[in-house]
């Protein structure tokens, strides 16, 4: 499996933005479509955004409504997670996950379909 390490939460007010990343190492990066889910105190982990293994294709939850964008670098085995407009209600852990797929462009939306997630790191958005 890949090993995931994610960075770049913190403590913003509602209007801000943060950059999260997720550093990928252990296998080829490029066999995995990537994806950003989070979880809030009391909910099920929910689908932010989804890049496929090769970039180009992407996807985001309806919540998102333009404000987030994904993206990765394969030179750096790294994903990325442009979060602008944040609101309160994005206060979460964001969590980034690894899909085995065979498929070049395919973006993995069900998170039972991952199969190495990282340890999270928390967003929290004040009001």
């Known amino acids: 499996q890949v090993q995931l390490v994610e960075s770049g939460g913190g403590f913003v007010q509602a209007g801000g933005s943060l950059r999260l990343s997720c550093a990928a190492s252990?296998?080829?990066?490029?066999?995995?479509?990537m994806g950003w889910f989070r979880q809030a105190p009391g909910l099920e982990r929910e689908f932010v955004a989804g890049i496929a293994r090769i970039g180009g294709r992407t996807t985001y939850g309806d919540f998102v409504e333009g404000r987030f964008s994904i993206s990765r670098d394969n030179t750096k085995n790294t994903v990325y997670l442009q979060m602008n407009s944040l609101k309160p209600e994005d206060t979460a852990v964001y969590y980034c996950?690894?899909?085995?797929?065979?498929?070049?462009?395919?973006?993995?939306?069900?998170?039972?379909?991952?199969?190495?997630w990282g340890q999270g790191t928390q967003v929290t958005v004040s009001s």
């Open positions: 252990g296998r080829t990066f490029t066999r995995y479509a």
């Open positions: 996950g690894a899909a085995d797929v065979s498929q070049l462009f395919l973006v993995v939306t069900p998170e039972r379909d991952y199969d190495s």
